[in-house]
């Protein structure tokens, strides 16, 4: 009996220990987020096992993005380049804005399907998707701010230690936690629910004109702007003359090789119908500008792409017929998706965003 | 090391079970033991990085002139050391994904302290830089945090080594010269590897201390001649990069092992 009673008791101080040894990390209970591949896309290049998507995770990462103090004067958050509405690209910015009245470079590129992009920035110097947000953020002219300052703004504040906590089991802010979630929020962004999606899922069918410019989009344009994606993520001289003032060489830059001169990386053509000014420095303010430039106006160089030695022949037809099939590839319920929006938005209103409404009715 | 416990923990309810009660006792002190043996059985190598400028010790208020007759002071002086190997004569012992920065302003940075099983230390291998796979996995955390400034942002890659400060010879705003010299891709890499043999074979069993000297001169006169009248700055991976990282190269030496 008393056997028992002895054996008993040191169980239950066993379990007791053990259950008080674990209970600090009773709290941290993530919740996965299944990343979805649409049918018929490749694999996703970004490595989900290094950074699996929580929804605690993806919920700090939104918090960031939308975030102003993140930037020296708290007045730039990703989002203030990065706006929903124009598929987070800069809303009819040929540049965006920055920190202390300065203009950026180049023109902010959409966010969306970078799960499948290897290389990032228009000249691919930046490698890995987590790495991409200390460019901006640590940038004169973009958010202006240094990543120490950051850190300390974040510590200062419960409710981002709480949801540190949350997403990473404890309250401890570092710069690598801090840009995971940040793509955790971001690698969830995918585009491909557009008309040109649900055709190729057979739920839907195109109109005579956009049917015609998918033909003619399919000789001219894919070589280039590859499906599903519409962009084979190359990097290629388009035939644009150099800017004078600001004298970007693209691509060289990055990798000192002559042969790179003025190129940059090829853009997607999904949700292009919200994300003009187009061209790395945002020079074209509309389609039928690019357009003119590729049958008129490519420069040839050394360096210009061999597919564009002699432009692209385009009549007003197809440039119709084309404009009609870009149009397709505008996702509206991407633009639309309360999960990508500010926090808190789901409770602030029922309501679709009244821009862009016109988007529903294409 | 929690696991660990838990485990001993369990396997002695199992015991008591048998045993009763009374070898509890013995065996919760066998394991005390074993955990009081793990940490004697730890023995230390140090290695001291000393930072100078020929045979003075670096400071960041003293003059230095450098073998073409230039005269600087040293404002910033920090490295990456990375992928450390100790030999005696038989073994070798690695150090995978330990990464140091050693920053002249931080004495305690200085100081590396690692186990070692090996007897007899007769040289020491290591990487001045962080390796190109560590520049190539996305964010990483502590030494190698982009926070530690030692990373570019716009052009993804380590700053292996940082040397900044003035000089009446540097034609720039006052008169600063500074070389980020970082760069992994074929043809631009600047990450060096360091082989030290010590002077004599030194005995661990009891810690060891290695001093390695790092001489800053050997920036501007080693494989190559740098001029900071002409070359006062380096801010991106390339063939100026490479040649200051050939230069670097030259610069450690053991000052003393026992």
Same mark, same amino acid.
């Given at each position: 009996m008393k056997l028992t009673k002895t054996i008993l008791l040191l169980f239950v101080l066993v379990v007791g220990a053990v259950s008080w040894i674990k209970s600090g990390d009773k709290k941290y209970k993530t919740h996965l987020l299944q990343f979805t591949i649409p049918q018929g896309w490749p694999q996703p290049v970004y490595d989900f096992k290094q950074n699996p998507v929580t929804q605690e995770g993806f919920d700090l990462g939104r918090k960031l993005f939308y975030d102003?103090? #993140?930037?020296k004067d708290e007045n730039f958050p990703c989002a203030s380049c990065h706006q929903q509405y124009a598929a987070f690209a800069t809303?009819? %910015?040929n540049l965006s804005h920055g920190f202390n009245n300065s203009f950026t470079k180049r023109n902010a590129p959409p966010l969306f399907n #970078? !799960?499948?992009?290897?290389e990032f920035m228009w000249d691919g110097g930046v490698n890995h998707l987590d790495l991409q947000p200390l460019a901006p953020m640590t940038d004169s002219n973009e958010m202006g701010e240094n990543l120490d300052s950051i850190l300390l703004k974040l510590k200062a504040d419960t409710a981002y230690r709480r949801m540190f906590k949350a997403a990473f089991g404890d309250d401890n802010i570092t710069t690598q936690r801090m840009t995971r979630a940040l793509s955790q929020f971001i690698v969830m962004m995918v585009s491909a629910n557009s008309k040109y999606d649900r055709v190729m899922r057979g739920e839907d069918s195109f109109n005579l004109p956009q049917r015609l410019g998918y033909d003619i989009f399919k000789r001219k *344009? $894919?070589? *280039? %702007? =590859? $499906?599903? #994606?519409? =962009?084979?993520f190359s990097y290629r001289n388009a035939g644009l003359m150099i800017d004078d003032y600001l004298k970007d060489v693209g691509r060289m830059k990055i990798t000192h090789d002559a042969n790179d001169s003025l190129k940059f990386k090829v853009p997607s053509l999904r949700n292009a119908q919200v994300t003009f000014p187009y061209g790395h420095d945002g020079r074209f303010y509309s389609l039928l500008q690019v357009m003119d430039h590729y049958r008129r106006d490519v420069v040839s160089g050394p360096t210009t792409d061999s597919l564009l030695k002699h432009g692209i022949p385009l009549s007003n037809f197809e440039i119709g017929q084309l404009m009609a099939f870009i149009y397709t590839l505008t996702d509206s319920s991407f633009l639309n998706d309360p999960r990508f929006a500010p926090p808190g938005y789901e409770n602030r209103t029922q309501q679709k965003p009244l821009e862009h409404q016109h988007i529903y009715k294409q | 090391m929690r696991l660990h416990y838990i485990f001993i923990q369990l396997s002695n309810v199992a015991m008591i079970k048998r $045993?009763?009660?009374?070898d509890f006792t013995f065996y919760f002190i066998c394991f005390l033991l074993l955990m009081i043996g793990n940490n004697i059985n730890a023995q230390k190598i140090s290695i001291h990085f000393q930072n100078k400028a020929g045979d003075k010790i670096l400071q960041a208020d003293s003059n230095y002139q450098n073998a073409l007759g230039e005269t600087f002071t040293v404002r910033n002086f920090k490295y990456y050391i990375s992928n450390i190997v100790f030999y005696d004569s038989v073994k070798t012992q690695t150090y995978p994904d330990q990464y140091f920065l050693i920053d002249n302003a931080d004495s305690a940075s200085q100081q590396i302290e690692l186990n070692t099983s090996l007897k007899n230390v007769t040289a020491i291998k290591f990487l001045l830089g962080v390796d190109s796979f560590k520049n190539v996995s996305g964010i990483q955390t502590g030494a190698l945090d982009p926070a530690k400034g030692m990373f570019w942002t716009w052009n993804t890659g380590y700053v292996m080594a940082k040397l900044e400060g003035n000089s009446p010879? !540097?034609?720039?705003p006052q008169h600063a010269f500074s070389y980020h010299v970082g760069g992994y891709k074929q043809n631009e890499k600047t990450a060096k590897e360091i082989i030290l043999q010590l002077p004599q074979k030194i005995n661990c069993t009891n810690n060891c201390v290695i001093t390695i000297q790092a001489d800053i001169l050997k920036w501007f006169n080693s494989a190559h001649e740098i001029k900071i009248a002409t070359t006062p700055f380096c801010h991106e991976p390339g063939k100026l990069a490479t040649i200051l990282a050939d230069n670097y190269s030259n610069m450690f030496s053991i000052e003393s092992a026992k």
């Open positions: 102003g103090r #993140l930037s809303y009819d %910015h #970078l !799960a499948w992009q290897k *344009c $894919e070589s *280039c %702007h =590859t $499906e599903p #994606l519409f =962009t084979d | $045993e009763v009660g009374k010879s !540097a034609n720039m």
